[in-house]
């Protein structure tokens, strides 16, 4: 089986400017997680998706947003980009609950 | 509130010593503890989850209630366990994952 995709790998915005990240899970996996990657705060969940509906929800502001197709394939957006958000951005897919794999990650740069 | 520690950002061993990550978290119920491991330029992968009571490349890890421990063990090192390693907990909804532990094993 494929693994987790992520698109695009590397992402150069500007302060105030919004992004749209995408995820594809494994085949069949309908969960779908989103985690910002830092070095000083490692993996933080952001939000999870199973079968296109938000099932449960990081301490992320509003800017940040997600949602899930009918395919499961997943995108997230975060809106008024500020320097801090600046991060990798990773996707995992499961099966069942708490076995997760992981995506290669969106390597973020805010300027 | 943090749910899990690692201590140790860094951890330097000679090859063929005892390693042990140490992993601590805080949680009223029962959790599910896992390792995870990113070796380097690899995406993040599932080492072991505490359930399975299983061992992974030489790796174990004992859920220790009374302490709130989920250290990882490996009782000689290899180069090829040079790695990040994050422990994380799932309590039913999310992960909380650790800070990570950097194991360099020196040949």
């Known amino acids: 089986k494929a693994g987790v995709t992520q698109t695009p790998r590397y992402l150069i915005k500007t302060r105030g400017q919004q992004v749209t990240l995408s995820c594809s899970p494994i085949s069949g996996h309908r969960s779908v997680s989103w985690y910002q990657q830092t070095p000083g705060q490692g993996l933080q969940f952001l939000f999870e998706y199973f079968s296109e509906t938000q099932r449960n929800k990081g301490n992320f502001p509003g800017r940040f947003s997600g949602r899930q197709f009918s395919n499961s394939r997943s995108e997230m957006n975060v809106s008024t980009l500020e320097l801090g958000d600046s991060a990798l951005y990773l996707c995992?897919?499961?099966?069942?609950?708490?076995?997760?794999?992981f995506g290669p990650g969106t390597r973020l740069t805010v300027t | 509130a943090q749910r899990v520690t690692q201590p140790e950002k860094l951890l330097s061993v000679f090859k063929g010593a005892p390693v042990e990550l140490k992993c601590n978290y805080s949680y009223s119920g029962s959790p599910e503890l896992f390792w995870y491991v990113q070796y380097s330029r690899q995406r993040l992968q599932l080492l072991l989850r505490?359930?399975s009571r299983e061992s992974i490349k030489g790796f174990t890890a004992d859920l220790n209630k009374g302490e709130t421990s989920f250290h990882l063990k490996k009782p000689f090192a290899q180069e090829e366990d040079s790695a990040m390693y994050y422990c994380a907990l799932f309590d039913g909804n999310q992960f909380y994952f650790g800070t990570g532990t950097s194991l360099t094993v020196i040949p």
């Open positions: 995992a897919s499961s099966l069942e609950p708490g076995e997760q794999y």
């Open positions: 505490h359930i």
